[in-house]
């Protein structure tokens, strides 16, 4: 699959390198017996290099976090099983590299919603993160800024500032495809959607007379569903903990993307992907 290079050449003189066993580990070392690049271990730049796990270890890991088979507290117990424990922060640090190839994924691919013909519905939500203040634990609330593509498993999200127009309406433009029909509800800072260049339909329902409008027949409940599902997950496998929400925001994502029989497959191909650049 191409995770562990099967060869490199010399940063030093750009002649290809050879691997070789050294204190039973293998690393490239330079052909030419006058270059001074030296040596490189076989895992440095891969997503293995400089942990002290197995890659058996690794696997399983993995496999636990993109399944999304158990809480936190069943993945440590699974992982403890064997003859040598993880400590909580090993396994912590490597349920965050799994969320950093999830945010290096759309960062390579951009996500783009809608088109002429499809409907985008939006909307805010806000939600809670811990804030350390003098000892003391608070409950911060951050809005979260989104849009639902009905009929597929397209999403977006964004941590915002404020909910005014000079911030909403860039969004849009950034997420969503020239041509959509958008549906929000009667938050000020929509009124100037249909005045976008990017010719969006605009339709709205307002939620104090009912949830569904009775001409045009448009609803939020694609984007409400879909701020439920984030909050009770986050709560599932996280608690209320919001001070890596963020990444919970792009691991979020990539399940509704990629959940399935492919799961692992998919994480090990994009992480590939992300190496192949470096």
Not at 1 to 5: E, H, K, N, T
Not at 18 to 41: L, P, Q
């Given at each position: ?5 099967k060869n490199r050449d010399c940063e030093e003189c750009g002649r ?145 500032e404020d909910r005014t127009a000079a911030t909403l309406l860039p ?108």
């Open positions: 699959m191409g995770l562990i290079p290809m390198m050879r691997v070789e066993k050294m204190r039973n580990t293998f690393r490239f070392r330079c052909r030419r017996k006058d270059c001074v690049g030296g040596s490189i271990a076989m895992l440095d730049k891969t997503f293995f290099g400089g942990s002290h796990l197995s890659l058996k270890e690794i696997f399983q890991i993995t496999y636990f976090w993109s399944r999304n088979f158990v809480q936190y507290d069943e993945m440590r117990f699974q992982m403890n099983r064997g003859a040598s424990e993880l400590s909580d922060a090993t396994i912590c640090d490597w349920l965050r590299f799994c969320r950093d190839i999830c945010a290096e994924h759309y960062i390579r691919n951009p996500k783009r919603l809608g088109g002429v013909g499809s409907i985008v519905e939006i909307d805010e939500t806000c939600v809670s993160r811990r804030k350390y203040n003098r000892g003391r634990i608070l409950m911060e609330q951050v809005w979260v800024f989104g849009g639902v593509e009905r009929g597929t498993n397209k999403v977006f999200m964004e941590i915002v969004l849009i433009q950034k997420y969503i495809l020239p041509g959509t029909t958008i549906i929000s509800d009667l938050w000020r800072a929509y009124f100037r959607i249909g005045e976008l260049p990017e010719a969006y339909t605009h339709l709205t329902v307002n939620h104090s007379i009912n949830f569904v409008d009775p001409e045009s027949g448009a609803h939020t409940q694609s984007v409400e569903s879909n701020w439920q599902q984030y909050k009770m997950g986050g709560k599932k496998r996280y608690g209320t903990h919001r001070t890596m929400l963020q990444d919970y925001i792009e691991e979020f994502y990539w399940r509704k993307e990629f959940a399935g029989n492919d799961c692992f497959y998919n994480f090990w191909n994009q992480v590939r992907e992300h190496y192949a650049n470096l």
